[in-house]
């Protein structure tokens, strides 16, 4: 079996055409989205995080502000900025870039942002929300999963679905938006004594490793799933993913690739929960 790639290039693009449709009737209503991203510090990959979200936002008419403070802010400095745009009516949509020098706590800074504005869906009450299946922010990157998934008319009732890595912002949550979708869900991590054992099962897996190309074609079942989250810069300079996609495509059903993989589908969604922060969540019964 040779897999169908689920290019999420062209995928993020298509949905930005239709949010960028939906920012135009939004704003006829007088509504006008608005993100605001705080930087700290000027780690070169986060910049370019930074650059790209911003693109993208104005590709669909919302517009976005990047506040740019130095890598020896305190984090009492950072806290009193996030409540001024908490309680800014202007701004929808805040994301702090993450990683934050080390001196700052990035849980305090995530708990501090109002849940409302959280687009980044990281406040533990937009992931409490998410647990539960009522309406919140789901995190970008997961959301992007279950997009791509979800375009292709991917069956994920009833599926095992494995998820390789556990971080608050992909692995568990998408773990828990599969469960969410009536998969059966297993976690593996650095401390799982046979990766294989348990990937060779896998409906659907989804890597989150952060390593370049741990994932092969012996580790998966024929006709597979397999989603790539992975972005890993080689000596050569070329990116690639978590998984040996030459060898893995050959094997799956389905297969993300990178680069055009799943990165351009989280920056999509985060554009989504800028527009439904400025629509508004609905409030919890
Ligand atoms: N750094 C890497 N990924 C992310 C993300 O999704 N959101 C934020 N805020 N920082 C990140």
Redesign the pocket.
């Known amino acids: 079996m040779t897999a169908e790639i689920i290019n999420g290039k062209d995928l993020a693009q298509e949905i930005r055409m239709g949010m960028k449709e939906e920012v135009t009737q939004l704003k006829e209503r007088g509504i006008s989205p608005h993100l605001t991203v705080v930087l700290v510090g000027d780690n070169p990959a ?1 910049r370019s ?1 930074v650059k790209g979200k911003e693109k993208a936002a104005a590709e669909v008419g919302i517009s976005s502000s990047v506040i740019e403070l130095p890598a020896d802010t305190s984090e009492k400095a950072l806290l009193d900025r996030i409540h001024t745009l908490n309680e800014d009516e202007n701004v929808d949509g805040i ?5 934050l020098p080390k001196h700052i706590s990035e849980q305090k800074v995530i708990e501090t942002i109002n849940p409302a504005k959280d687009v ?1 869906g ?1 406040h533990p009450v937009n992931i409490g929300r998410m647990m539960i299946g009522e309406d919140t922010f789901l ?3 997961p959301y992007g999963i279950l997009t791509m998934l979800q375009s292709r008319d991917i069956t994920i009732e009833g599926k095992h679905a494995v998820v390789i890595g556990r971080s608050n ?1 992909v692995g568990k949550p998408v773990g828990q938006l599969l469960l969410n979708e009536n998969a059966t869900v297993t976690y593996c991590h650095s401390r799982t004594p046979d990766l294989r054992e348990v990937t060779s099962k896998a409906d659907i897996l989804v890597v989150a490793i952060g390593k370049p190309n741990v994932i092969t074609a012996e580790d998966i079942k024929d006709g597979a799933v397999v989603i790539d989250v992975g972005i890993n810069r080689l000596e050569t300079g070329k990116l690639t993913g978590d998984v040996d996609f030459d060898g893995t495509k050959e094997k799956a059903s389905f297969i993300t690739p990178v680069p055009k993989g799943v990165g351009p589908m ?1 920056i999509a969604m985060l554009l989504k929960n800028t527009i439904k922060a400025a629509r508004g969540l609905e409030p919890l019964e």
């Open positions: 986060s995080y994301l702090v870039q993450l990683p980044d990281f995190p970008c990157t912002i989280t």
